[in-house]
């Protein structure tokens, strides 16, 4: 059974850092694109970024240069560092693996910033 495990979520005042973390037991996770989306209350869910199988990466343009999308094949692991948090990233965060015709999502973990 295909399981996304999302972790690092929390409570973070403006400007500071979290790393979310998503664990994927996936066979042969290296070929999968994986995503970061987010919804925040009342919106509709948004793509956050992605890093694909070759380890090229897209973002948002509310996120450039804030955020840092990254994996680690070896730990079926994807990675979003983000730095200079203000409030409106505020929302729950999702991880997405994708392949051709298999698409996985995990439960979300909340991120909260506020002062």
């Known amino acids: 059974q295909v399981q996304l495990v999302e972790s690092g979520g929390g409570l973070v005042q403006p400007g500071g850092s979290l790393t979310l973390s998503c664990v994927a037991s996936?066979?042969?996770?290296?070929?999968?694109?994986m995503r970061w989306y987010r919804q925040a209350p009342g919106q509709q869910r948004e793509l956050v970024a992605t890093?694909?199988?070759?380890?090229?990466?897209y973002y948002a343009d509310s996120v450039k240069g804030r955020f840092t999308i990254s994996r680690d094949n070896a730990k079926n692991t994807v990675y979003l560092q983000m730095n200079n948090l203000k409030p409106e990233d505020t929302a729950v965060y999702y991880c997405?693996?994708?392949?051709?015709?298999?698409?996985?999502w995990g439960q979300g973990t909340q991120v909260t910033v506020s002062s």
């Open positions: 997405n693996a994708v392949k051709t015709l298999y698409d996985y």
């Open positions: 890093i694909t199988s070759t380890g090229t990466t």
């Open positions: 996936i066979s042969m996770f290296s070929i999968y694109h």
